[in-house]
């Protein structure tokens, strides 16, 4: 994996998870918006979109939905990040790969986006 889009309106979480994975010689964009998010998947292609359930006013459970119906996004791996359960509890309706519940530790986000990523993997071979 070379590159990830991380979609959240928290200017520290952002932050946190670029430094995070810039250390690992990642490439990391970001967006807080519906619009930044459809901008920065087709100049960047990301490997992985780690996308918050809340936007502002956006709901990242209906992007996410719009991304994985498209023809050219549905292999591209999404995991929704959300601070409310509830609003994790029916990601496979909107065909997220994967949940991430706020807050969360840096292992556990590791550990899932390995995990989502390898299953990728699997599926496009």
Same mark, same amino acid.
């Given at each position: 994996?070379?590159?990830?889009?991380?979609?959240? %309106?928290?200017?520290?979480? +952002?932050?946190? $998870? /670029?430094?995070?994975?810039?250390? &690992?010689?990642?490439?990391?964009? =970001? @967006?807080?918006?519906?619009?930044?998010?459809?901008?920065?998947?087709?100049?960047?292609? #990301?490997?992985?979109?780690?996308? %918050?359930?809340?936007?502002?006013?956006?709901?990242? /459970?209906?992007?996410?939905?719009? +991304?994985?119906?498209?023809?050219?996004?549905?292999?591209? #791996?999404? $995991?929704?990040?959300?601070?409310?359960?509830?609003?994790?509890?029916?990601?496979?309706?909107?065909? @997220?790969?994967?949940?991430?519940?706020? #807050?969360? /530790?840096?292992?556990? $986000? +590791?550990?899932?986006? =390995? @995990?989502?990523? @390898?299953?990728?993997? &699997?599926?496009?071979?």
């Amino acid at each position: 994996m070379d590159s990830i889009l991380i979609a959240d %309106d928290s200017a520290e979480l +952002l932050e946190m $998870i /670029r430094a995070i994975y810039c250390r &690992r010689n990642l490439s990391i964009s =970001k @967006a807080s918006s519906r619009n930044e998010i459809f901008s920065m998947i087709s100049q960047v292609k #990301p490997d992985l979109v780690l996308l %918050d359930v809340h936007l502002g006013e956006e709901d990242g /459970r209906g992007i996410c939905k719009e +991304l994985k119906e498209m023809d050219e996004y549905k292999q591209m #791996p999404i $995991i929704l990040m959300s601070g409310d359960h509830e609003k994790l509890t029916n990601h496979h309706e909107v065909l @997220a790969d994967d949940i991430l519940e706020k #807050p969360f /530790r840096i292992e556990t $986000i +590791l550990s899932k986006i =390995k @995990a989502v990523t @390898a299953n990728n993997k &699997r599926v496009l071979s």
